[in-house]
């Protein structure tokens, strides 16, 4: 079985510009959830979708955006790049709602923001 | 306002003794606790869960004990291996209104000395 795919694996950017990373879950789950990993403050919610909705969302500002497609495959999208966007952002599946389920996580893109 | 604490940035322990990581919650609508460790440049891979009807749970090395008047739960590894060196993230589900959130501590690091 397929694990959960993460692509770009690196990219480099600059301010101001904007990046879509794109995930593919495990087959057959309905979630995929996003996070951000950065030194010292782990891994911070971004936003959650199932059956192509946003059931959840965390405290990031709205430069960052996401969907969902109907064979599960998610994007997110951060507009207007900052410094600190630079971070491991990750990406998970799951049968169910991720609340409930135990998540499969992709091993991430990693943005540098110049 | 991290509601999963993880106050131990990083550990260090012998090869064949034990590993103890701590993790503290604020909020006691938190029904389901996991573990999951990561490794560099993959994604976090499930380790244990518990709920909260339990205050132990076993699988073979590993070992969570779940707290809930102090609100802490600690994972024991033993015997602790080199490869059990990495980051460990506790994670915290409840359901607040018509959905599942998981909630992430910070991590910490663990190393494990041969």
């Known amino acids: 079985k397929a694990g959960v795919t993460q692509t770009p694996r690196y990219l480099i950017k600059t301010r101001g510009q904007q990046v879509t990373l794109s995930c593919s879950p495990i087959s057959g789950h309905r979630s995929v959830s996003w996070y951000q990993q950065t030194p010292g403050q782990g891994l911070q919610f971004l936003f959650e979708y199932f059956s192509e909705t946003q059931r959840n969302k965390g405290n990031f500002p709205g430069r960052f955006s996401g969907r969902q497609f109907s064979n599960s495959r998610s994007e997110m999208n951060v507009s207007t790049l900052e410094l600190g966007d630079s971070a491991l952002y990750l990406c998970a599946s799951s049968l169910g709602m991720a609340g409930a389920n135990v998540l499969t996580f992709g091993a991430g893109s990693r943005l540098t923001v110049l | 306002d991290q509601q999963v604490k993880q106050n131990s940035p990083s550990l260090s322990v012998q090869e064949g003794r034990i590993s103890i990581l701590n993790c503290d919650y604020t909020?006691?609508?938190?029904?389901?606790f996991l573990w999951y460790k990561k490794y560099p440049a993959e994604g976090p891979t499930f380790l244990i869960s518990?709920?909260?009807?339990?205050d132990k749970n076993e699988d073979g090395r590993f070992t969570v004990f779940l707290n809930k008047s102090a609100k802490h739960l600690s994972l024991h590894i033993v015997p602790s291996q080199p490869g059990d060196s990495a980051v460990y993230f506790c994670?915290?589900?409840?359901?607040?209104?018509?959905?599942?959130?998981?909630?992430f501590g910070t991590g910490t690091l663990l190393a494990v000395q041969p």
């Open positions: 518990i709920s909260s009807i339990k």
């Open positions: 909020n006691s609508m938190f029904d389901y």
């Open positions: 994670a915290a589900s409840a359901k607040f209104g018509a959905t599942n959130k998981l909630i």
